[in-house]
């Protein structure tokens, strides 16, 4: 299996720009999680669906954010207007049951200038 | 809430020595799971061990193993004869059935040749 897969790798964009980072997780898992890493706030959960559906997006900071689960083998995370405080790492993770934690993607460097 | 707490920001320790990364957690839970991720400069995120509430026994995983304490909301992780690989960022993580991971703050971990 090739694991979690994040696209791209690195981004850097203009503030007031759109950003679209991908996700596939890993297929038979049925759990998709976005965190956002940073030195100040750490690792902070956004958002995870359960079978495609958004259970918990209380972590979402604000409306410039939304994410999307169409199918079970795809997912996206966007934020528009993006602005220099959303510069992060965001990694997407994939869990099929809660006794194994999750595998996590190798993560999107976002830096917004 | 759930909350996890890495009271070490910072830890080293002689190569082929002995260390141990410290982690509380408070819950009202009785079964749950306890985890340890690694993130070495690579940013990728590795499941290092895992511990299931219900189980007394400690975890081991190689030259990693934990000290799980219940009753104190305490979980350890020990690493012995510590390798320069080993240097990392050390996240420890609950959960609790399907939801999401809590992850605390991190500790890096240094190792001296």
């Known amino acids: 299996d090739a694991g979690v897969i994040q696209s791209p790798r690195h981004e850097v964009t203009e503030m007031g720009q759109e950003v679209t980072l991908r996700c596939k997780p890993i297929s038979g898992h049925n759990s998709l999680f976005w965190y956002r890493q940073t030195m100040m706030r750490g690792l902070e959960l956004l958002i995870y669906f359960n079978n495609n559906v958004p259970i918990d997006d209380s972590g979402m900071p604000e409306d410039r954010f939304s994410a999307k689960m169409p199918n079970a083998s795809f997912s996206t995370l966007k934020i528009q207007p993006s602005e220099p405080r959303d510069s992060a790492v965001y990694f997407c993770?994939?869990?099929?049951?809660?006794?194994?934690?999750?595998?996590f993607g190798s993560g999107t460097r976002l830096t917004v200038v | 809430a759930q909350t996890v707490t890495q009271s070490q920001p910072e830890m080293s320790v002689q190569e082929a020595e002995t260390v141990t990364l410290s982690c509380t957690y408070d819950t009202s839970e009785s079964d749950y799971y306890l985890f340890w991720y690694k993130q070495p400069p690579s940013r990728q995120m590795i499941l290092v061990i895992r511990q299931e509430a219900y189980k007394q026994q400690n975890a081991t995983e190689n030259r990693f193993s934990v000290n799980f304490q219940k009753a104190a909301k305490s979980f350890s992780l020990k690493i012995s004869d510590s390798q320069l690989g080993d240097a990392a960022m050390y996240f420890c993580?609950?959960?609790?059935?399907?939801?999401?991971?809590?992850f605390g703050t991190g500790t890096r971990l240094q190792v001296f040749p």
């Open positions: 993770a994939s869990s099929l049951v809660a006794d194994y934690g999750y595998t």
């Open positions: 993580a609950y959960r609790y059935n399907t939801d999401k991971l809590i």
